[in-house]
């Protein structure tokens, strides 16, 4: 079955860098869309951005527009969220999901999940 493992969360100080990693395995991901969703202490889990695997096309919320990037490595099957220019409203845990087909903005479009990174922004 599919599997999705996020790794590279940590404590970063406001206006550093972190790259979360999702490593993919069980299935063959050309035809889907992969996604990183963020979920902060007393808030709902918001859509942060995705990409196409097959044609590597991206979407992001507008909170991140300009300072993260989603990525794929075929050959690795990971997919990459650089975030730069960190602020402290960032810190949340972070999830990769999955979906076969195209980006969708909302969480319940996709059918699969990781577990989960923390990112902390410290100010």
């Known amino acids: 079955q599919v599997q999705l493992v996020e790794s590279g969360g940590g404590l970063v100080q406001a206006g550093g860098s972190l790259r979360l990693s999702c490593a993919a395995s069980?299935?063959?991901?050309?035809?889907?869309?992969m996604a990183w969703f963020r979920q902060a202490p007393g808030k709902e889990r918001e859509f942060v951005a995705a990409?196409?695997?097959?044609?590597?096309?991206?979407y992001y919320a507008d909170s991140v527009k300009g300072r993260f990037t989603v990525s794929r490595e075929h050959a690795k099957n990971t997919v990459y969220l650089q975030m730069n220019s960190l602020k402290p409203e960032d810190t949340a845990v972070y999830y990769c999901?999955?979906?076969?087909?195209?980006?969708?903005?909302?969480?319940?479009?996709?059918?699969?999940w990781g577990q989960g990174t923390q990112v902390t922004v410290s100010s």
């Open positions: 999901a999955g979906r076969v087909g195209g980006i969708a903005g909302t969480g319940l479009h996709y059918d699969y």
């Open positions: 069980g299935s063959t991901f050309s035809s889907y869309a």
């Open positions: 990409i196409n695997w097959g044609g590597g096309g991206t």
